[in-house]
């Protein structure tokens, strides 16, 4: 197939929607991060890419902070926190968040959302456009109803991702497409 050459972009399409939580001076604020990802899984790690202009960055000084994950059914108040700055606007409020905290108290969790991590800021790397954060996960908290047989199951948890680029709209998960670690083996297994 023929390919277009586009300027160099970070084109990881469609990254999930996640909400980051801080608190700064005192109160619980949440922005909407497209740009995040899983960085390593012992420890457990996760990373979040945020422009230097952000209010949240204020309190990632506090060396903690909150991914939470939204379901599709959030997905106007997720489009919210990524429309307004917690300098303005008290967020939460506006989307009446139910907050709630685990072990990290400047980690506020979304009660809302079904998944719900609380990090200590492992490392911070200024990336240019972006700070790079990188956190250890050191609690992470999941709706009891959207667990089967002790997992999580993402057709009850219901992320969803932004599609950039042509379709900068939001998208629910689509269907299966097989197993992992198993629709592979058709073309063959190692000796
Ligand atoms: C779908 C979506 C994804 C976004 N992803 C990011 C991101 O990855 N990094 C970032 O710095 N800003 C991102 N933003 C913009 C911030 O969420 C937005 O500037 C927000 O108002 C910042 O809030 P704060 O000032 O309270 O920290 C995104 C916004 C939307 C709507």
Redo the contacts with the bound molecule.
């Keep these: 197939m023929k390919k277009v050459l586009l300027t160099p972009q970070p084109l990881i399409c469609a990254p999930p929607?996640v909400l980051v939580g801080t608190m700064v001076n005192g109160k619980p604020?949440f922005?909407?991060?497209?740009?995040?990802g899983v960085a390593s899984s012992n420890p457990p790690m996760v990373s979040?890419?945020?422009?230097p202009a952000?209010?949240?960055?204020k309190g990632i000084q506090n060396r903690e902070f909150s991914v939470n994950i939204p379901s599709s059914y959030i997905v106007k108040e997720?489009?919210y926190?990524?429309?307004?700055?917690?300098?303005e606007i008290d967020?939460a409020a506006v989307c009446k968040f139910n907050i709630i905290y685990g072990e990290l108290k400047n980690a506020p969790l979304v009660e809302q959302c079904p998944v719900n991590l609380a990090c200590k800021v492992e490392h911070i790397l200024n990336l240019g456009a972006?700070y790079l954060v990188i956190g250890q996960v050191m609690e992470t908290h999941i709706s009891e109803d959207c667990v089967t047989e002790g997992k999580p199951d993402l057709k009850k948890i219901k992320p969803f991702v932004?599609g950039m680029g042509a379709l900068p709209e939001y998208y629910a998960l689509g269907n299966s497409l097989g197993r992992g670690f198993f629709v592979g083996k058709e073309l063959g297994t190692k000796k």
């Excluded at 952000?54 to 960055?57: A, C, F, Q, V």
């Design positions: 929607v604020n922005m909407t991060v497209a740009w995040c979040v890419a945020i422009r952000r209010y949240t960055l997720a489009d926190c990524g429309m307004v700055s917690g300098a967020k972006h932004y």
